[in-house]
């Protein structure tokens, strides 16, 4: 059966990255869509997160990077660093790599702001139907209806599922899929307030999880020249809690392996100490599903493919979704046509970043020289291994996750 274009009526479920991007790329073809979120108003939550050049790409074609630029910090390099504060090699990032594009290292928050203001300057304040927490759907030949908990069902031609990790759509899809895989790793962050480090503008990745390991970048700048830097550590730890961005953490926990990483590039436990607050969230992802689309029915970002947050890729993968998403919706006259074409461009690609981020993030950098070196000081790194080894690395993860300069250049 053929939806004629002015007759769709798009339900998108979740207003997070994922979904509001998708509003706003529909929004730029003139195609309508609803979107239903959960929670009672819009909250700015989360922390750091990255956003790549083949992010940005999208979100520029949708006229966010001047807002986005306001907010986060353009990153210049990856700096990678042993557990002794070597570095072991820096690559530029974003347009100082040659990009067209910046990579931008923002608060996950600032990132959902720029969303949302978009959406509500061009479509409306009252677009997003907010207190809607989708328990499910029903479908026929012509039509499918969404359920809430607490609110009448909404009809429409088809739904997208963007409702993150813990989706209601995705349970209804796969009921017996149980909890999330923990992979045995937790991660604790937060966010200093301090001056500058570095290039100002550094995306640094220190050590390895066995032996502690932290992620640190800026996030904001103000006007006094201080900086909000964010910082992770991942470590091993066999209990699991429930994911939850929210759940607090506790410095003691964790800072033992960082006691001594007093560098002269950076004071790591005085970061630590001086933090505004600690979360803790576990390493949690989903085995890939071979179907994504059932009927008019479809899944995307975190509630199609969960992920290790590592890598930059939770949030862009879900932006590359909504890109996706809506140019086969305007393609494809039969919108379940254009579905089953976003699944076929996207699925392999989303799921084999998913394997990747479990064995092989960039970070692998780091873990080949702590294992080359045995977890000693180098003197020279060229002593250890050929750096361009190491960039082959980084290389292999941005063709697997799709911002290699030639593939955002296409
Ligand atoms: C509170 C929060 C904080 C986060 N913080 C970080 C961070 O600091 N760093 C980082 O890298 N990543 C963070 N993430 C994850 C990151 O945003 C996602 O991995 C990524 O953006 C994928 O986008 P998404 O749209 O698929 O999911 P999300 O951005 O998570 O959006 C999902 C949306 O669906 C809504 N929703 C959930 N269930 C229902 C339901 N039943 N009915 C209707 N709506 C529903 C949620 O409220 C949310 O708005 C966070 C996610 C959340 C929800």
Redesign the pocket.
């Known amino acids: 059966m053929v939806v004629k274009k002015t007759q769709n009526n798009i339900l998108i ?9 998708l509003a706003l790329a529909l929004h730029e073809k003139g195609i309508k869509c609803n979107i ?4 009672p108003e819009f ?1 700015p ?6 956003m790549l050049p083949h992010a940005i790409k999208v979100l520029s074609s949708l006229n966010l990077e001047s807002e986005l630029s306001r907010f986060g910090v353009e990153a210049q390099e990856f700096a990678y660093f042993n557990r002794h504060g070597q570095p072991i090699i820096t690559e530029h990032c974003g347009r100082f790599a040659g990009y067209d594009y910046p990579h931008f290292s923002i ?3 600032d ?2 702001k720029v969303l949302y203001d978009a959406v509500i300057d061009r479509f409306g304040p009252n677009f997003i139907n907010f207190n ?4 499910g759907f029903e479908q026929n030949e012509k039509t499918v209806k969404v359920l ?2 607490q609110q009448e069902p909404h009809t429409g031609s088809i739904i997208i599922a ?8 995705r349970k209804n899809l796969y009921p017996n899929e149980g909890e999330p895989r923990y992979g045995g790793i937790n991660m604790w ?1 937060g966010v200093t307030i301090r001056k500058p480090f570095l290039t100002g503008a550094s995306v640094t990745r220190i050590g390895t999880v066995d032996t502690g390991k932290m992620t640190i970048y800026p996030i904001r700048e103000f006007n006094n020249g201080s900086q909000m830097i ?1 910082w992770v550590t991942e470590q091993p730890r066999s209990d699991f809690k429930r994911n939850d ?2 759940t607090k953490g506790h410095i003691e926990d964790f800072i033992e392996p960082f006691k001594e990483w007093h560098f002269d590039w950076l004071d790591i436990p005085d970061l630590i100490n001086n933090s505004e607050f600690v ?1 803790e ?1 576990p390493m949690v992802d989903r085995d890939p599903i071979n179907q994504w689309t059932f009927g008019r029915v479809t899944l ?5 493919h ?2 290790y ?1 590592r890598g ?1 890729n ?2 862009a ?3 590359l ?1 909504a890109d996706s998403l809506a140019k086969n919706l305007e393609k494809h006259e039969d919108q379940i046509s254009a579905i089953n074409a976003y699944e076929g461009e996207r699925r392999v690609i989303a799921n084999q970043i998913v394997l990747t981020n479990r064995k092989q993030p960039p970070d692998h950098i780091i873990e080949k020289v702590e294992s080359l070196t045995k977890g000693l000081p180098f003197n020279r790194i060229e002593d250890v291994i050929n750096p361009e080894e190491l960039l082959a690395i980084s290389e292999r993860y941005k063709n697997i996750a799709q911002y290699s300069i030639e593939k955002v250049s296409n």
């Not at 479920?13 to 991007?21: C, D, P, Q």
């Not at 939550?45 to 990255?50: D, S």
């Not at 963007?162 to 759509?169: C, E, L, P, Q, T």
Request: aromatic share 8%.
């Open positions: 479920v979740g207003g997070g990255i994922g979904g509001l991007t239903f979120e959960a929670s909250k939550l989360g922390v750091g997160i990255n608060h996950r928050g990132l959902h809607h927490s989708c328990s809430f908990n963007a409702d993150g990790f813990h989706s209601n759509i962050r964010n961005w929210a979360l969230y995307m970002g975190d509630a199609a969960p992920m947050p930059g939770g949030g993968q879900a932006i979704d």
